[in-house]
């Protein structure tokens, strides 16, 4: 019998877990002999490709793993292979499909079936009744067809941990792209947006089995291994002994990072130490704020001890090793544009290396969505389901986030003006929302969705310029630091080129053998003088290179070395 595991990424340096964690289950558990093809795609890619390869196995049994940014994909897929496949059985899994199954097959008239919750027991079981042609209809989280009907099996809790899905097969197919592992399932929580603390526990594999894991992952070539716990600390003592193994194992690993999904209240003290003692840029955390509005945080059922949060935060970032990088989601209930401005100047104020602004999205089997005309949602009907409006936000305020959140993307986020955005916010006296919300009302900068780099640089400094309060000087001075310590080529942009010949003789002083070097002279001090960035090796938290301020005489002689 040959099979199909299909999974389809959002991008090419993504990898999938899922569909190798069913792959080592079928060779695990299923009696029968299968000849299981692996198949990872992206949803960039041309459809043709993956339709093709399928269509070359001709295969007897096809399995997809479905997600909001895969589904249509998916869907289009299947239409396009089910005519020429009709002896093919086709099943979806995944959360996109698994809470609103019945939905999904009436859409699919041609589709087997659904397998809702975890499969790595129940895939092995429905293919193995599919070979020995036997009735399936008892397998917990199916749902099939019995003639014109649709029956819908509930899911039954899993407590056995799934087999390893780090195969041979899975090294060879990863090429370095970034790795996943998860090391425990479920979450303590029970927010109302979120699928993943709906049976409200938590679930950990085995330690050992744990740290093996970490250990192959990270002599695998990728460089990026990416903890997929929806709340990786919410065992304290278990979360303390995996970043001290990380942090002890760190000098006898290739140069790799592991980035984890924390709750940063949860944080005791002992763990804030540890962390401190971590290589810099070994660890990334992604802290979810969701909002600092307490009437918001009750109606989500997100327990959060905000004055803890603030403080770990603080702690973790004043370390100065670990890239931080915190979530706001738009849209919850109550928090309307007047209180959505407070969180995110609360947010700002921590100063994370990067602010994420989503936006609420309604997915199927989430209490929010269940509710959704209670609070006058309106959504997207199609994946992935992002809101348009609700009883808080009507469609114009949303829109505006959409673009106060592409230039936050743009100028925060990037990291490519640091200096900039010190220099503005400090002339202007702007908080940061009302900052963004000008750029975004401003109708200077149009459609940023693909606009260059040096561009939109070009539009921020003629914007800024006419602006009060704002030196131009001083202002193209700061962008051609952030430019110089962003970009490793050591070339400014139009905009921020002054002609001036004695920079020549001076970057000839000031260049090292075997050392990459840019220069720019600075006009906006009482002495002239010279940014000189080295391009020997980035910061491992920010990115960003080291820049110099040297100061030269007027003939353009360096004062110091």
């Known amino acids: 019998m040959k099979l199909v595991l299909c999974a389809v ?32 795609g992206t949803i960039n890619q041309e459809i043709d490709q993956l339709f093709n390869q399928i269509l070359k196995i001709q295969p007897d049994i096809a399995a997809f793993s479905c997600y909001i940014w895969n589904i249509a994909y998916i869907k289009q897929l299947l239409r396009r292979l089910s005519p020429l496949l009709p002896h093919t059985v086709f099943i979806l899994g995944g959360p996109e499909v698994s809470y609103n199954p019945r939905e999904v097959m009436e859409a699919l008239p041609f589709l087997h079936y659904v397998l809702s919750g975890e499969g790595e027991l129940a895939l ?23 003639g014109s009907e649709i029956i819908s099996n509930p899911i039954k809790p899993v407590s056995d941990d799934p087999p390893s899905p780090y195969t041979e097969q899975y090294f060879k197919a990863l090429q370095g792209r970034i790795a996943y592992l998860e090391t425990s399932r479920g979450c303590p929580f029970s927010c109302s947006f979120c699928l993943s603390g709906q049976g409200n ?65 949860l944080f005791d003290e002992m763990t804030l130490a540890l962390l401190k003692t971590s290589p810099p ?21 997100r327990k959060t001890n905000i004055h803890r949060l603030i403080k770990n935060l ?5 370390g100065g090793n670990i890239h931080i990088h915190v979530d706001l989601i738009a849209g919850l209930p109550h928090e309307n544009l007047t209180y959505f401005e ?22 199927h089997g989430t209490e929010l969505r269940d509710n ?49 955005l010190d220099y503005l916010l400090a002339q202007t006296g702007l908080t940061p929302f009302v900052f963004y919300r000008s750029l975004a009302e401003s109708g200077h900068f149009g459609n940023l969705l693909h606009m260059s780099l040096d561009t939109y640089t070009e539009k921020v400094l003629q914007y800024f310029s006419q602006q009060p309060h704002i030196d131009p000087i001083k202002l193209r001075d700061c962008m051609a630091v952030d430019r110089l310590g962003s970009n490793s080529t050591g070339r400014l942009p139009k905009c921020l080129h002054i002609p001036d010949s004695r920079l020549k003789s001076i970057a000839a002083g000031l260049r090292k053998p075997n050392t990459k070097r840019g220069f720019a002279l600075l006009y906006s001090c009482e002495t002239l003088q010279v940014a000189v960035s080295d391009y020997k090796q980035a910061d491992p938290v920010t990115g960003l290179y080291p820049v110099k301020l040297i100061p030269v005489d007027s003939q353009g002689n360096p004062l110091s070395p």
């Open 124 to 146: 092995p079981q429905l293919i193995d009744d599919i070979a020995d042609k036997q009735h399936c209809a008892s397998l917990p989280g199916l749902t099939y067809r019995r």
């Open 201 to 265: 526990s938590v679930r950990f594999f085995d330690l050992n089995r744990t740290k093996s894991d970490l250990n192959r992952l990270a002599h695998s070539g990728t460089r990026t291994i990416k903890l997929v716990d929806r709340t990786f600390n919410c065992d304290p003592n278990r979360a303390y002994a995996l970043f001290e193994y990380i942090i002890q194992m760190a000098p006898k690993w290739p140069q790799v990072r592991f980035h984890f999904e924390v709750a940063a209240d």
């Open 281 to 301: 840029g070994l660890i990334q955390m992604e802290a979810g704020l969701q909002s600092f509005y307490a009437k918001t945080l009750t109606a989500i059922h």
């Open 372 to 420: 959704a005309d209670s609070f006058q949602y309106s959504f997207s009907p199609e994946p992935p389901y992002e809101l348009r409006s609700n009883r808080w936000l009507d469609p114009s305020q949303v829109s505006l986030l959409k673009g106060l959140e592409d230039h936050l993307e743009r100028f925060y986020n990037s990291g490519r003006f640091r200096h900039t």
């Open 9 to 40: 990424n959002s991008k090419y340096v993504h990898s999938s877990l899922a569909i190798w964690y069913l792959a080592a289950s079928l060779e695990k558990y299923c009696e029968n002999d299968n000849l299981i093809h692996v198949l990872e």
């Open 342 to 363: 407070q969180s995110f100047n609360h947010a700002y104020a921590l100063a994370p290396h990067m602010l994420q602004l989503g936006f609420l999205k309604m997915l």
């Open 314 to 318: 603080k702690s973790l970032l004043d």
